[in-house]
């Protein structure tokens, strides 16, 4: 990766009048809003169906669109929708707050609405779509009508005919539910769709879109339905060992996949996933890559302090996607519990490391200080997972941290933390520099986007229309520059990297998924912007 900096905001927590952003006007104008700042890199959380807790960590598929993030204004230009149907739906209640449960009730039948005016106008379209999405698609499609038919309860709640897949009880249901699952497909092919021509809008104003990968997969996902042999049999979950997140540890309830397995099938359905995200986005964060190097495993019914680490696939399966796929454009999420085997193999393996700067003061000689840093690194002021600066500054730092943090930025209090570590960040020798917009705007706590010990009330907090003004823009334009960060000191295109990357992995495929592929389909009014 070039040197440059970007923003850390999820989609869900883009402005508008729905319950939770959307792929609509309000995500074109950030990109304008970017380009103008002139950051190069938009950073976004998961982009698939959240699972528990409306955490996009816990998808029910690893390569779904969230159906939540499609906008209905961009349905209605293009006939699908009606004004007239948008008209009972209820503004959230709090503007600053994503509200999934609104989402929830009002959106399904207007998707429905949607499939029922546009699964004919666009049936070529649809068609190829279904075709070069089967690997996933027709899977996740019966698991998400077969959820709504058995009212919304976990696969594992269902009638063991259907949870074992027995062909001839699951055919019946296919006949029932035929409409259902076609209507799932089609709000897949509305996501990528969007997705694509907002992307598209993006690199033509230079900005690179980083997704984000996790390990793992939700244990009530289309994956663990339908290809229970991805996973261990001894029902083992995930999780870490007690760390500064959580004094016990954590068990995030995920399976663990049985690597032999995986191994002795070519890592073919890492092949797939990986393949599929290199063509949604630019760059691609591997979250919890430590656990390529070695995972923790944590026994059915085991409190999480008690788990242990296993020996992961490490070079093998880094080996196998460059063989499929070509030079890999990741950014490794190489924070906790690091050994000497997880340094080897991000060394081997090239990728970015993370360093986030609220980790640089627990210690004086800590590799997060920025004097410490390697060229290739992406440095965060926080992540998702952090306190906002300004609330970490105020309420998570014991004396001799904040005497720390002082003594590295001279004087300095809640007003001005923010700035100071978007400014140190920035003048690093890191090659990428991302800030949350929360510390952008400098806001406290409240605006926190997850408490990673906590399972509920998360995922929450949303950009309010004007809030990221003139001013933040400018701040940022200004810093930019100071620090070479700015996409004018790009190469020419002949020599752009992420071009090569490109290049190399759609040499190595037979065939592109069709959210890459450009449709018939007229794009919105706002992607017409010069």
Known sequence: MRRGSGVLLHISSLPGRFGVGTLGKPAYDFVDQLHEAEQIYWQILP??????????????????????????????????????????????????????????????????????????????????FKQDNGDWLFDYSLFEAFRTHFGEVSWKEWPEEIRRRDPEAEMRLIFELTDEIDAVQFTQFLFFDQWRRLREYANQHDVHIIGDIPLYVSPDSVEAWAYPYLFRSDHAIAGTPPDAFSADGQNWGNPIYDWHHMAEHGYDWWVKRMRHNMMEYDFVRFDHFRGIESYYVIPEGAPAKDGHWEQGPGRALIDTLRYHLGELPIIAEDLGFLTQGVHDLLAYCGFAGTKVLQFAFDDPNSIY????????????????????TRGWYVHDLIPAVRERVGAYFGSVDAETISDRMIRAAMMSIADVAITPMQDILGLPESAR????SISLGNWKWRLTEGQFDSSHIETLHRMTHAYGRNYRAWPQPDDHPLQEQQADAEEAQTEAPAEAKKTRRKAPAKAKKS
């Open 449 to 452: 986007m997850n408490y990673p």
């Open 47 to 128: 982009c698939t169906p959240p699972g528990y807790g409306d955490s996009p960590y816990q998808s029910t598929s690893a390569f779904a669109g969230n159906p939540a993030f499609i906008d209905l204004d961009l349905l209605i230009e293009e006939g699908l929708l009606e004004e007239s149907d948008l008209k009972d739906i209820p503004k959230p209640a709090k503007a600053d707050a994503a509200d999934y449960a609104l989402e929830q009730k009002y959106r399904p039948p207007l998707l429905l609405k949607a499939y029922k005016r546009g699964a004919e106008k666009y049936a070529a379209d649809f068609h190829r």
């Open 369 to 388: 200080l920025p004097h410490n840093y390697p060229r290739n690194c992406v440095v965060y002021t926080g992540t998702h997972d952090n306190n906002t």
